[in-house]
């Protein structure tokens, strides 16, 4: 049965997987929190948008390190019993992932340079513009951070899907490869010697 | 769907339930959170749809104080505003100023004499990139207490039946001071003689972290010339931007910038009630303009005055329209640059 499951030493890296979870919550927090604030006009609006432009940036700069973790100690393979097309939906998906985790932010950051708004951090400070002031860039840049987000929110979906999937039909240690914390009673290895 | 033979297909199908479940739980949550379930809910869409004319809004303008012209100058700070406010441009110094003139209403082909209620957005910069944001209109208190009640007002003036708006008047007591002084008030025909009021509260903190709540006036230079309504209606359609641009040519246009302090008690969230007339107000500086020019070639057509736009040692209070506005403001400012085609066509052809 080892060729239908991942082997029990083979998961991502302590590191990858603290981070994967710091940022499942950030992400998450984030989709809720954008559509959430343009949906209100109630003073929950401001605190909405006061944590949503510094998030992102967190966000991205997390997004950064985790690239570079994930250039270093790679991915563990996934279960040679896996059919073709699942292991090409997993590898598109990550990269999907790492494409709208760097590119939601910045896209963010751009608008607000479009519109003139200070993209601002905390107390007074802001980040500088990154694009030039521009009503029409303004707005290619709002639409595609709105339907990418929004694109971004159903691949989570996708993924959340797959990881339950994986853990609780197919049981091949792919979801155990992230999971947090030590191996519990559904351990690769265990599952592997049933 | 492939399975595993190791898998007994009876726990399969309770798990596949159990997926479907819980991604159905996580993407009902969003779509509450979005307002897609929530029918009711006051939008920035819905309301900034509210303000839209019977024949639909002017693409590519704003959708409120829809005609003005920008202006730009500067603002003389004279040091007295750093007792209540940390604020960079409150220190002695001049900074840069870019405004925006206007008359209420969706309308940017309002004749001025139609429409009684005028505005200044302003943007002061400080030489870090802080900026000071706000949006100011002519009088004295606002028609509503709350956004909700802004929102109904819009849409009873909008029914067409005046009976819905002698309903809505009758159920907010307040609005019968803005429309007593809509009627009462002397006019001018002139912006530079005209005293605009912030009516929001906001938040100063001062550099020792005392934080105080306030609000803020402009108070002309020039002196108010009072003129009759009749005699307004016949001037010509533009007669504010003539007036303001013929002004120009002969010196700056100066308002002083007054922030009165709210004592314990005051009606602080609440724009529908002045505060005492005893209350400490400090001249901050002076509001210099001394250049116009016509919104579609003007810098102030792309920025939004967003009063939450604030620097460090200005805040928010208790005062919920900032909050509200703020977030309508973005909407109108999404929705007009998305139409930027159609605003240039359009000014391009009237003139």
């Known amino acids: 049965m080892s060729g239908t499951t991942i082997a029990g030493a083979a998961r991502f890296t302590p590191a990858q997987r603290a981070l994967h979870w710091a940022m499942a919550l950030c992400i998450l927090a984030m989709l809720f929190i954008g559509v959430g604030m343009v949906s209100t006009i109630r003073p929950i609006y401001l605190v909405m948008v006061a944590i949503h432009r510094p998030l992102g940036i967190a966000i991205l700069v997390l997004a950064l390190v985790r690239l570079l973790l994930r250039w270093r100690h790679g991915a563990p393979p996934l279960p040679a019993g896996m059919p073709e097309a699942m292991k090409l939906a997993a590898r598109l998906s990550h990269y999907a992932f790492y494409a709208l985790m760097l590119a939601l932010p910045l896209l963010g950051w751009a608008m607000l340079s479009a519109a003139g708004y200070p993209a601002t951090m905390v107390g007074g400070w802001a980040l500088p513009p990154i694009m030039p002031r521009s009503a029409t860039l303004h707005s290619v840049l709002w639409g595609a951070h709105h339907y990418l987000a929004l694109a971004f929110f159903a691949l989570i979906l996708l993924h959340f899907a797959a990881a339950l999937y994986h853990a609780l039909v197919r049981r091949d240690g792919v979801f155990e490869a992230m999971a947090p914390g030590g191996l519990p009673g559904h351990a690769p290895g265990r599952v592997a010697a049933e | ?257 007054a922030v009165t302090v709210a004592e314990p008690g005051d009606p602080t969230a609440d724009p529908t009630k002045p505060w005492p007339a005893e209350r400490r107000t400090v001249e901050v500086g002076t509001l210099v303009i001394d250049a116009a020019q016509p919104e579609p070639e003007g810098a102030c057509r792309d920025l939004n005055f967003d009063p939450a736009v604030l620097p460090d040692g200005m805040g928010t209070s208790d005062d919920p329209f900032p909050a509200a506005r703020s977030s309508a403001y973005a909407k109108s400012y999404d929705r007009r640059t998305a139409e930027v085609e159609e605003y240039r066509r359009a000014t391009g052809g009237g003139r």
């Open chain 2, 1 to 257: 769907m492939p399975q595993p033979s190791r898998s007994p297909p009876r726990s399969a199908l309770g798990s596949l339930v159990l997926i479907a479940a819980l991604v159905g739980v996580v993407g009902a949550a969003f779509a509450y959170t979005a307002g897609w379930l929530a029918p009711g809910r006051l939008t920035p869409d819905r309301l900034v749809d509210s303000l839209a004319p019977p024949g639909g809004p002017a693409l590519g303008f704003r959708r409120n104080h829809a005609k003005g012209i920008c202006v730009t100058g500067r603002f003389e700070a004279n040091g007295a505003g750093a007792a209540l406010s940390r604020a960079p441009m409150l220190a002695q110094g001049s900074f840069p100023v870019l405004g925006r003139l206007n008359i209420a209403g969706p309308n940017p082909a309002s004749p001025d004499a139609s429409v009684p209620v005028r505005g200044f957005g302003w943007r002061i910069a400080a030489p870090d990139g802080q900026e000071w944001r706000s949006a100011m209109i002519d009088p004295p208190v606002f028609p509503v207490a709350t956004p909700e009640d802004f929102y109904a007002l819009q849409q009873a003036a909008g029914s067409g039946r005046p009976e819905r708006m002698q309903e809505f008047a009758a159920a907010h007591p307040s609005f019968g001071a803005f429309v007593n002084w809509i009627r009462t008030a002397p006019k001018t025909a002139s912006w530079a003689e005209t005293r605009f009021n912030g009516l929001n509260s906001f938040t100063f903190t001062d550099a020792g972290g005392t934080a105080r709540v306030v609000r803020w006036s402009l108070i002309p230079a020039a002196a108010p010339v009072p003129v009759t309504a009749e005699q307004l209606g016949q001037r010509g359609p533009d007669f504010l931007r003539q007036d303001i641009v013929e002004r120009l040519r002969t010196g700056p246009v100066r308002w002083t910038l």
